[in-house]
């Protein structure tokens, strides 16, 4: 049976930062790097149930998201930075780091720049940046993503694909993420800001790609309208010890969709 969640706060150099955890103690825990825009209350319950029934499973909100005090650093290689702060204030000596989306990005990052924090990486639904070539972002995706709050219809567009399954197992999840007592407060305009400004000023790590020799899973929904999945399969090609796994009928939010099958990789990788 899965613990309770556990909430408390964390000092840092950026404020007290809300943290959440799942799942019993001990062991090298997963830490969870969030979505544009996401708050811990946006990862889908039953993914963190699935994922934390035998693992301690640790997700935050980073500085200036959701509960957190601070401001949201405007480059990737800061928003690292607060995440590597996390996993040493936590008393951690090394985590496995699991980043959807620009949560991939940052722990892309977080893997070069601290090297000696993270065991394993997960890098759901992202790119290495840098990729000109092959399939882009469907052109309604930037109007869609900037919108000032996104709905149902919005969330179906960017993380699902218009299949009847695919859009059944979407409102499902948005379903469970919305049921959840105590939702804390969505990202600000000025997060989102420093966000978009971070995103657009990261070079990248597809040239430093090589260097990323620790084990990694590198996973996607095979229709991710937002970041195709060839930029996971090139990604995949130049870490020299990265598995790729791409989901059929599945989007950016593949994650929320193959829970049951997700969660099984992850175990298996995390091993």
Same mark, same amino acid.
């Given at each position: 049976?899965?613990?309770?969640?556990?909430?408390? $706060?964390?000092?840092?150099?950026?404020?007290?930062?809300?943290?959440?955890?799942?799942?019993?103690?001990?062991?090298?825990?997963?830490?969870?790097?969030?979505?544009?825009?996401?708050? #811990?209350?946006? $990862?889908?319950?039953?993914?963190?149930?699935?994922?934390?029934?035998?693992?301690?499973?640790?997700?935050?909100?980073?500085?200036?998201?959701?509960?957190?005090?601070?401001?949201? /650093?405007?480059?990737?290689?800061?928003?690292?930075?607060?995440?590597?702060? %996390?996993?040493?204030?936590?008393?951690?000596?090394?985590? *496995?780091?699991?980043? $959807?989306?620009?949560?991939?990005?940052?722990?892309?990052?977080?893997?070069? *720049?601290?090297?000696?924090?993270?065991?394993? #990486?997960?890098?759901?639904?992202?790119?290495?940046?840098?990729?000109?070539?092959?399939?882009?972002?469907?052109?309604?995706?930037?109007?869609?993503?900037?919108?000032? %709050?996104?709905?149902?219809?919005?969330?179906?567009?960017?993380?699902?694909?218009?299949?009847?399954?695919?859009?059944?197992?979407?409102?499902?999840?948005?379903?469970?993420?919305?049921?959840?007592?105590?939702?804390?407060?969505?990202?600000?305009?000025?997060?989102?800001?420093?966000?978009?400004?971070?995103?657009?000023? $990261?070079?990248? %790590?597809?040239?430093?790609?090589?260097?990323?020799?620790?084990?990694? #899973?590198?996973?996607?929904?095979?229709?991710?309208?937002?970041?195709?999945?060839?930029?996971?399969?090139?990604?995949?090609?130049?870490? /020299?010890?990265?598995?790729?796994?791409?989901?059929?009928?599945?989007?950016?939010?593949?994650?929320?969709?193959?829970?049951?099958?997700?969660?099984?990789?992850?175990?298996?990788?995390?091993?």
């Amino acid at each position: 049976m899965n613990a309770e969640s556990r909430n408390h $706060w964390l000092q840092t150099s950026h404020g007290r930062l809300a943290i959440r955890e799942d799942g019993p103690q001990g062991g090298i825990p997963l830490v969870l790097l969030q979505r544009f825009r996401g708050t #811990l209350d946006d $990862w889908d319950p039953a993914f963190i149930q699935a994922i934390a029934a035998e693992r301690r499973v640790i997700r935050f909100d980073s500085a200036g998201i959701g509960r957190s005090e601070g401001r949201v /650093p405007d480059s990737i290689a800061g928003m690292a930075a607060v995440a590597a702060e %996390v996993i040493v204030a936590l008393g951690l000596s090394q985590a *496995d780091v699991l980043g $959807w989306s620009l949560g991939g990005v940052v722990a892309q990052q977080l893997a070069l *720049d601290a090297p000696h924090l993270v065991r394993r #990486l997960v890098v759901a639904g992202s790119s290495p940046g840098g990729i000109t070539d092959g399939p882009q972002p469907h052109p309604r995706v930037p109007q869609v993503m900037t919108r000032g %709050v996104n709905d149902a219809p919005d969330f179906l567009f960017l993380f699902y694909p218009e299949t009847e399954p695919a859009v059944a197992a979407g409102r499902a999840s948005l379903a469970r993420i919305a049921a959840q007592a105590d939702i804390g407060p969505a990202v600000t305009a000025e997060a989102f800001m420093a966000q978009v400004k971070a995103i657009s000023s $990261w070079p990248g %790590v597809l040239h430093r790609a090589r260097e990323l020799r620790l084990p990694m #899973l590198v996973a996607n929904g095979a229709h991710d309208v937002m970041l195709p999945a060839y930029r996971s399969y090139v990604l995949s090609q130049q870490a /020299p010890d990265a598995r790729l796994v791409l989901y059929p009928d599945a989007g950016h939010a593949f994650l929320f969709q193959e829970i049951e099958d997700f969660a099984v990789q992850l175990d298996l990788f995390l091993a």
